[in-house]
């Protein structure tokens, strides 16, 4: 009996080629070695009957915010990356507004040191750019990139002026991921519209004219340096016809499942839950959004899970922290948009997985294939159930889909060969590994 090997049987596959054909993969020593209608041998240590499921391969979300350092009791690693095992989520990339953040050598070590103890999913982590620690930016590792907050940041990772900007885009070549809000703007509107407890006042003080000046000024600069720049969370139709025009080669952009799917009804049902950064738009906004993710303008899908406590959210607007969790409901999300019609079942897994895998040259994920990591997951598009408040794992307790019926859960989830969650169980004790960054790819 092979200690280290599992075997799925009867599941429809999802093909490096985007073709699907039902039939076994053989996983051996985390790697995939066969594909075939139908595996024969009995060496394995673990079989799956997977029939009547999708299998698929695991969701890499590139842009998360799992707290600790500092801030455990909003999530930690732990919870976070069982939140990520229920979800699909195989591997994470993590941003530095944590405390202390993560803006030297020192606290990206600390950070993988407890990934390492803690995450039973794979993870990476950002950089984060402050005005004043080019020389860390440049040679911190190993690190999925750079993240700059033009707005919505507060103290020292905001970096919001062009005179800021422009030594980070002029020196060096690693990737530089932005939150495009535009700070200036926004403080002024702050002003404008103080007093207001609404909290859909949010998406009009961080209006679209915000949104689309950062965009437009960090892919500016971009062009200048011919610097690869990714655009974290697109919002706005604004910005999206701005990259369909005038977007190199080098530029990518993703969009949250919240910015496809939710928009500024919400905070009439689920009030400052809603309230995020950028914020949600309107219905215009969405249509475009999903008009340039399908196109391509837009490259990927990633959560921006951000929790907060329901205390935090039950302060009032605007002393509420914007942000919402996602990891576990964002690949059910998806597949359901796709289940109705919105998208074919084939992009959601190229948004979630492989483009995210091409864009940050993480090697060897994002694909089912021979020889690539056994980073998985089974998912059932033929349930529907809906998202309820006690079966949300991460540390903050709720989602903004609560209610929601959705199909594409789900059953396995598998990570480096290890099942890390059956049907409704983690298993804690497995862990993930360090994702790697190719620059040379
Ligand atoms: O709404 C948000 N919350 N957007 C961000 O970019 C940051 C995040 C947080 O960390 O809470």
Request: charged residues 20%.
């Amino acid at each position: 009996m092979n200690v280290s090997s599992l075997l799925i049987r009867h599941a429809r596959i999802l093909l490096a080629d985007g073709k699907w054909l039902t039939g076994d993969v053989l996983v051996r020593d985390e790697r995939i070695v066969e594909i075939a209608a139908n595996i024969t041998t009995t060496d394995v240590s673990r079989e799956i009957d997977a029939t009547g499921l999708i299998l698929l391969p695991g969701i890499i979300d590139p842009q998360v915010h799992f707290r600790e350092p500092g801030l455990e009791h909003k999530e930690d690693l732990t919870t976070a990356s069982h939140a990520c095992a229920k979800g699909g989520v195989t591997s994470f990339l993590e941003m530095p507004n944590t405390n202390p953040l993560t803006i030297t050598q020192a606290a990206l070590d600390d950070k993988l040191d407890r990934a390492s103890q803690k995450s039973i999913v794979n993870y990476g982590f950002f950089i984060g750019a402050t005005p004043a620690n080019l020389p860390d930016i440049r040679s911190a590792t190993p690190t999925c990139g750079i993240k700059v907050f033009m707005g919505s940041a507060h103290g020292d990772l905001l970096v919001g002026t062009a005179a800021v900007l422009e030594p980070i885009f002029a020196q060096g070549d690693r990737l530089i991921a932005v939150h495009a809000e535009d700070q200036a703007r926004i403080n002024q509107r702050k002003q404008e519209f103080a007093g207001i407890t609404d909290p859909a006042i949010h998406s009009q003080i961080q209006d679209n004219q915000a949104a689309l000046n950062a965009t437009q000024l960090a892919l500016d600069l971009s062009k200048k340096y011919q610097r690869r720049l990714h655009i974290l969370h697109l919002s706005t139709a604004e910005e999206v016809e701005l990259l369909r025009q005038d977007k190199p080669a080098w530029v990518t952009a993703e969009v949250t499942p919240q910015h496809l799917v939710l928009n500024t009804d919400a905070y009439a049902k689920i009030g400052t839950l809603a309230q995020m950064n950028p914020p949600l738009r309107s219905h215009h906004d969405n249509q475009v959004l999903w008009a340039g993710l399908l196109d391509g303008t837009i490259d990927f899908i990633a959560t921006d899970h951000a929790p907060h406590t329901l205390a935090e959210k039950a302060k009032g607007y605007p002393n509420t922290p914007s942000g919402m969790p996602g990891v576990e409901t964002a690949l059910p999300v998806m597949l359901t948009q796709a289940v109705a019609g919105k998208c074919s079942i084939e992009q959601v897994s190229n948004w979630m997985s492989t483009a995210v895998a091409k864009a940050y040259n993480i090697p060897n994920k994002g694909s089912i294939s021979i020889g690539y990591d056994a980073d998985l997951v089974l998912v059932d598009v033929e349930n529907y159930h809906p998202v309820e408040r006690k079966d949300i794992v991460s540390k903050c307790g709720w989602s903004p889909f609560e209610g929601w019926n959705l199909t594409g859960y789900p059953v396995y989830t598998i990570v480096n060969g290890n099942i890390v969650y059956e049907k409704g169980a983690i298993r804690s004790t497995i862990k993930g590994k360090a994702l790697r960054f190719d620059r040379s790819a």
